[in-house]
C-alpha cells in the first residue's frame, strides 16, 4: 500500500514569548531568553527560583471564561494553542464547518497533568476536608483532558487520546497521530503537548532530584546547552500543537502548507529511570529508524533540533548518538538548542523543537544556541549556531526528545515540494 504524504497546515503555541507562532520565532532568532525569575507562588526556600513561565496570558474568546477559571493551566494552554493552530491552518469559520469532524482528530499529551488542580485538591483536603473538594478535580488532572475539551468545544470525532511520556510526550503524539493518518483512521490531526507545572509541588520535585540549575543570580544565563558551566535544566511551560493533514486533503481545501512530516520513531533506553544510556545507544537507534521511515538518505538531513536540556550527562550522549549515526556528515549540519531560551517545557518539549524546526526551514534561519560561552571540547567537530542566529537552507530537520523512563522520539520534517 502506497502511504499517503503527510504536510504540516498549522502551528499553535503558548510560550514565555507569547502566543504567536512568528513573534516567538523572532524572539528566538534574536538570542532572546524568556528565563524569570519565578514569582507564580512563594520559593524562597527552593534551590531554583527561575523559569520560562508564560504570563500575561488570557485564554481570551478560545475558552468560555467562567470554564477558563476552573480548570487547570495546562488545560488552558492546549485550547488556546489548539484553536491557534487551527487557525493558521485556515480551519476556521466555514472551512471548519464543512471538515468531515468523524475524520479529525486529537493527540495533546501531558507529561505532567493538572499538578496545579492536584495541589490546590490535596491542601483543600488537609486544610478543609473532603467534602470540601471539587468535583472537578479528577477531570481537570487526568491529562486527556485537554484534548478531550478541545474535541467537545470542536466536534472532532476522530480518534482522540493522550500520551504521557516524560519529556518525549508531545514527539510521541505527533508521532502517533501520523500513525492514524496513515493508517486511514483520519484525514486531520491536531497532535502536540501542554505542560503547567510551574506551582509548589511541580517545582519541588524536580528541585528535589537536583536536576535543575541554580543559577538563581543570572536566569538568562541558566540555561547552558553543551558548556562547561552547565548545571541542570531550566524549567519552561506552555503548549505546543501542529495540524497534519494528508497531502491531498490539504490541497483539495486549499490550504497553507508549512513542511511535510516525512516520519518519525520511538523507542526506549531500557536502562534507567532518570539517566540516557551513556553510549547513546538507543538515541541512536532511534534516529536510524525515523531516518528508514522517512525513506531518505541520511546526507539529506543538515539540521538537528537536539533535546539539549544542559544537564551534565544527557547533552554530550545525544552529540554521540548523532556522531554514531552520522558519522563523518556531522561537519555538514548544524545543530541548535532552543531550551537555551525558553528552558525544558516537559512534555511539549518535542512540539517546541518541531515549530522551531519547521520556522527554520520557512525562514531559512535557524536560531542560536545562546550562553554558548564555553563549549565541551568533544563538540569541536559541531557547529552548534553558538550565540548568533545563521543561515541554512534546510533539506531536512530533525527533532529528538527524550523523556524519563528512558523514552526517545524521534521526528522528521523538510520542506514540501510539489
Not at 517545582?203 to 532530584?209: D, H, K, L
Not at 545563521?390 to 522520539?409: K, R
Request: charged fraction near 20%; include cysteine; proline fraction near 5%.
Amino acid at each position: 500500500m502506497v502511504r499517503k504524504r503527510i504536510v504540516v497546515t498549522g502551528m499553535g503555541i503558548v510560550s514565555c514569548f507569547g502566543t504567536d507562532v512568528d513573534e516567538f520565532y523572532k524572539q528566538l532568532l534574536a538570542g532572546k531568553s524568556g528565563i524569570v525569575p519565578i514569582e507564580e507562588f512563594p520559593c524562597s526556600d527552593y534551590s531554583t527560583r527561575i523559569a520560562g513561565a508564560v504570563r500575561n496570558f488570557d485564554t481570551g474568546d478560545y475558552m468560555e471564561k467562567k470554564q477558563a477559571r476552573r480548570v487547570d493551566p495546562f488545560i488552558r494552554y492546549t485550547m488556546v494553542a489548539g484553536k491557534k493552530a487551527l487557525e493558521s491552518a485556515g480551519l476556521t469559520g466555514e472551512a471548519l464547518a464543512n471538515l468531515d469532524k468523524t475524520r479529525a482528530g486529537i493527540i495533546i499529551g501531558s507529561g505532567m497533568g493538572g499538578m496545579s488542580v492536584f495541589y490546590d485538591g490535596v491542601e483543600t483536603i488537609l486544610t478543609k476536608g473532603v467534602r470540601r473538594l471539587t468535583p472537578f478535580f479528577v477531570p481537570y488532572i487526568i491529562t486527556n483532558m485537554g484534548g478531550a475539551l478541545l474535541a467537545i468545544d470542536l466536534g472532532f470525532m476522530g480518534p482522540n487520546f493522550s500520551i504521557s511520556t516524560a519529556c518525549a510526550t508531545s514527539s510521541y503524539s505527533i508521532h502517533a497521530a501520523a500513525e492514524q493518518i496513515w493508517q486511514g483512521k483520519a484525514d486531520v490531526m491536531l497532535c502536540g503537548g501542554s505542560e503547567a507545572p510551574l506551582n509548589p509541588i511541580g517545582v519541588a520535585g524536580f528541585v528535589a532530584i537536583k536536576a535543575m540549575s541554580t543559577r538563581n543570580e543570572e536566569p538568562e544565563k541558566a540555561s547552558r546547552p553543551w558548556d562547561t558551566g552547565r548545571d541542570g535544566f531550566v524549567m519552561g511551560e506552555g503548549s505546543g500543537v501542529l495540524v497534519l493533514e494528508t497531502l491531498e486533503h490539504a490541497l483539495a481545501r486549499g490550504a497553507p502548507i508549512y513542511a511535510e512530516y516525512l516520519g518519525g520513531a520511538v523507542n526506549c533506553d531500557a536502562y534507567h529511570m532518570t539517566d540516557p544510556r551513556e553510549d547513546g545507544a538507543g538515541v541512536a537507534l532511534c534516529m536510524e529508524e525515523a531516518i528508514a521511515t522517512a525513506g531518505i538518505a541520511k546526507e539529506q538531513i543538515n539540521y538537528i533540533n537536539a533535546h539539549a536540556t544542559a544537564t551534565p550527562t544527557g547533552d554530550l550522549c545525544e552529540l554521540a548518538a548523532i556522531r554514531t549515526v552520522f558519522g563523518p556528515h556531522v561537519k555538514n549540519m548544524k545543530v541548535n538548542g532552543t531550551k537555551s531560551m525558553i528552558g525544558h517545557t516537559l512534555g511539549a518539549a518535542g512540539a517546541f523543537g518541531s515549530i522551531a524546526t519547521i520556522q527554520a526551514i520557512l525562514t531559512s534561519k535557524l536560531h542560536p544556541t545562546i550562553n554558548l560561552d564555553h563549549p565541551e571540547p568533544s563538540t569541536a567537530d559541531f557547529n552548534l549556531v553558538p550565540h548568533k542566529a545563521q543561515d541554512l537552507t534546510v533539506t531536512a530537520g530533525m527533532v529528538n526528545a527524550f523523556g524519563f523512563g528512558g523514552h526517545n522520539a524521534t521526528l522528521i520534517f523538510a520542506p514540501y515540494r510539489s
